[in-house]
């Protein structure tokens, strides 16, 4: 069967664009999730259109093999990381622009564009893709089939939020267009959002077409020092009630600001008898039309700030600033070079992060595991990093964690995604009616189940 599915998925894709066994190189065989074994497909698929992709469904439902979509493979929860036995198909070919709409404020992109190549596409048109998931390598296809989010869902939404047609390649090789340049529609069950976040489950996103806002040049930075990590979160919601729009209002705790600015040796210019006393800070980045608009914002943000509770207001010049959300980015990097053996992003509503954090606290003290974190503090979703070598204890301390999160009205994950590597809590945790219409659906999209299997739904 080997040889003759690889003459078949060559005659569809061109030869040299089927790589299996030696010719894969290890990357295809992971991604960024800590705790997922890397292993790596049978062939390696790379198709340029959606014709191809409906031919190579058609020839993988015929023989039963499993598909695995993949990206650019920054995901962090392990769903890109192939079936032994099956087919790995890349979108690194499809990663045309399409069209930059300048009138409806609109692209339609292949999904294998990065966010850093739409970057580069939009700003002659002084227009933004604003979902920035803190790799910009990521893929389009990557950042819908996980509902990415980021430090500006703040302001701006998640991946869901700002993508308004696909098209889809179903299990069967039929082709579907949801949605489309349009802003609204009340035209039956919405197929859009459905794919959406569904981890390569339900089809193979081949097009998709985003909703674009003007580029905003001004902004400022604003780091607020706080005493303890309960008041930098209790103090989230009142400064979001003043309507001020932040860009960003991330919280950053003691230990990983610690960590983060020696790693990229960035100082921040806090004085030292703040700096000893301050247990987490929070940054707020306001973005506007206008310099005078953005100071006279970050001058109410930090008072506002002082009446919640902050040591100290400090407006942080243009460069440290963008060189603070930088490090931030490199939180991820920096936990696991520092040994890290999970990473959890837990979601819960806004205004009970402090308890939550307190019950995050207690877990930790209970089993004598560090946990530390930061997080998009403006969207009740926290990054928290387990270090806890035994991994049967770490295995319970991230049950009880998720588990805490969910107890008061959150989710396991805001924005990585279940993946493998939070499937077995998901299925244990998640309410089982919702799981068993979950597999239902999945059974409609894909009769064969052969979309990423042993992903998400088990
Ligand atoms: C340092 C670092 C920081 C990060 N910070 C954040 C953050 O702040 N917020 C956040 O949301 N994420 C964050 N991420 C996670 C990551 O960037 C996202 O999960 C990203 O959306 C994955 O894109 P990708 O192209 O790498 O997808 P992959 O990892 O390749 O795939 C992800 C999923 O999408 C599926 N898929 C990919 N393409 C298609 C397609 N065309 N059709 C169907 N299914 C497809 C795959 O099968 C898989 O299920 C971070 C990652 C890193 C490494």
Known sequence: MTETLTSALGEIVGREHVLAGEAISEDYARDEALTVTPHKPDWLVRPADAGQVARVLQVASAAGVPVTARGSGTGLCGACVPRRGGILLAFERMKRVKEIDVHNHMAV??????LSQLDDATRPHALTYPILP?????????????????????KYGVTRHNVLGLEVVLATGEIIRTGGKLVKSSTGFDLTQLVIGSEGLLGMVTEVTLKLRPRLVHRQTLLLPFPTLEAVTAAVPGLLSTGLDPLVLEYIDLMTMAAITQHTGLD???PQPIKERALAYLVVV???????????????????GLELGAMDAYVLPPQA????LRAREQAFWVAKKAGAGDIIDVVVPRAAIPPYMMAVSRIGQEHQTLVVGCGHAGDGNV????????????GRVVRAI??????????????????????????ELEDPVKLALMRRIKQVFDPKGILNPGVLLG
Do not use: C, W
Not at 287 to 304: K, L, N
Not at 383 to 394: A, G
Not at 406 to 421: F, P, Q, R
């Open 109 to 114: 992109v292949e999904p294998g564009v990065t």
């Open 134 to 154: 803190g790799e910009s390598s990521g893929s389009i296809g990557g950042n819908v089939n996980t509902n990415a989010g980021g430090m500006q869902a703040i």
């Open 268 to 270: 921040l210019g806090v």
């Open 286 to 304: 306001i973005e506007g039309r206008t310099a005078e608009h953005v100071q006279a914002d970050v001058e109410a943000a930090g008072a506002r």
């Open 321 to 324: 600033g963008t060189d603070l």
């Open 383 to 394: 990054h928290l990093s387990v270090f806890q070598p035994d991994p049967k204890i770490r």
């Open 402 to 427: 998720l588990k805490a999160g969910m107890d008061l009205g959150g989710a396991i994950s805001a924005e990585h995604g279940i993946g493998s590597e939070k499937m077995a809590y998901f299925l």
